[in-house]
């Protein structure tokens, strides 16, 4: 899953949010230095990714992808889900998605000096172009997948796959909507375990 994804999956916990959030450059056993709740959101975004990449229903949403764009097909799935749940953002929250991505923009400036050094770095890109709002929008997507493309090792074109995001629009949108709903039951009960789990150490 992608940014949003994880912040929201961090049950409205600040610091789990940005540890949920910030966890991807936090290899190994480094995150045992951050505050307690942080570490759960590293610990709870790995449970996450895991859950994701073994999942039926995501393989069958990202083998679409797989004779153009390969191994990236993963990536490019994870941005579609993003946008998935931005454009249904009300099914989910409560919260309209513009204040809720405001007041995650606030705790990382407030918790800036906690955030990986590459966070810190494409954090005022990420607010100044308002990504997770942008999210909603295909034409958002699009934008990101092009920004990306310049991150990337491989002349993968990214941003192409938007041809296929409107191809499969209503197969995707629905295989998310299966997927989600099990994400979200799953993150629940793990980052209860992980709680459990501090509570005895």
Do not use: C
Not at 59 to 74: E, I, M, T, V
Request: hydrophobic share 40%; no cysteine; net charge negative.
């Amino acid at each position: 899953m992608n940014f949003l994804a994880h912040i929201y999956l961090s049950q409205d916990r600040d610091l789990v949010q940005i540890g949920n959030f910030a966890a991807d450059p936090i290899k190994g056993k480094k995150y045992k230095s951050l505050p307690l709740e942080m570490q759960k959101g590293i610990l709870l975004h790995r449970k996450i990714d895991s859950f994701t990449d073994a999942h039926a229903i995501v393989y069958k949403s990202a083998h679409r992808l797989f004779a153009k764009y390969g191994h990236y097909n993963g990536v490019i799935m994870d941005v579609f889900y993003d946008h998935f749940l931005a454009k249904n953002w009300t099914s989910y929250s409560q919260i309209p998605l513009a204040e809720y991505v405001d007041h995650f923009y606030n705790l990382l400036e407030i918790h800036f000096e906690l955030l990986p050094k590459s966070v810190q770095r494409f954090y005022p890109y990420m607010v100044a172009q308002n990504w997770l709002v942008s999210y909603a929008s295909i034409e958002g997507i699009e934008t990101v997948l092009t920004q990306m493309n310049r991150r990337i090792i491989h002349n993968i074109p990214l941003h192409e796959s938007i041809v296929e995001l409107r191809t499969f629009y209503e197969e995707l949108e629905h295989e998310f909507s299966l997927f989600f709903t099990e994400l979200i039951a799953y993150s629940k009960k793990e980052l209860t375990l992980i709680d459990e789990l501090y509570q005895k150490s």
